[in-house]
């Protein structure tokens, strides 16, 4: 069965960096786009990032552009992102997620930073605590 598994969250101080990486098993990997997404206390589910089943295209939140970065190691069927610049309204609980298929959908695309489309996505991580505090 499906399995993805996140780590490398902690905490980390404001302007410190994290990189998240998230192991997939149980599908073929490289035929899947994958997204990060994460949930702050007492808020929505927000999407952060995706990537396209190659690597080709990546995408992200207006919240997190040019300080996130997300890429995929095909071959070790992983995961990542890395976040610079951290600010404490980054504090939140990430998950990645397996896409239905091999590219971030239209609405994504364009309305991801103001909407979060759960449809889109058939199998999720447990999750990894990320806090941004001094």
């Known amino acids: 069965q499906v399995q993805l598994v996140e780590s490398g969250g902690g905490l980390a101080q404001p302007g410190g960096s994290l990189r998240l990486s998230c192991a997939a098993s149980?599908?073929?990997?490289?035929?899947?786009?994958m997204s990060w997404a994460r949930q702050a206390p007492g808020k929505e589910l927000e999407w952060v990032s995706g990537i396209y089943s190659d690597g080709s295209e990546t995408y992200y939140a207006d919240s997190v552009k040019g300080r996130f970065t997300i890429s995929r190691d095909n071959t070790k069927n992983t995961l990542y992102l890395q976040m610079n610049s951290l600010k404490p309204e980054d504090t939140a609980l990430y998950y990645c997620?397996?896409?239905?298929?091999?590219?971030?959908?239209?609405?994504?695309?364009?309305?991801?930073?103001?909407?979060?489309?759960?449809?889109?996505?058939?199998?999720w991580g447990q999750g990894t605590q990320v806090t941004v505090s001094s």
């Open positions: 149980g599908f073929t990997f490289r035929h899947y786009a």
């Open positions: 997620a397996k896409d239905r298929g091999s590219r971030l959908s239209y609405q994504t695309v364009h309305y991801g930073s103001t909407w979060f489309f759960p449809n889109e996505y058939d199998s």
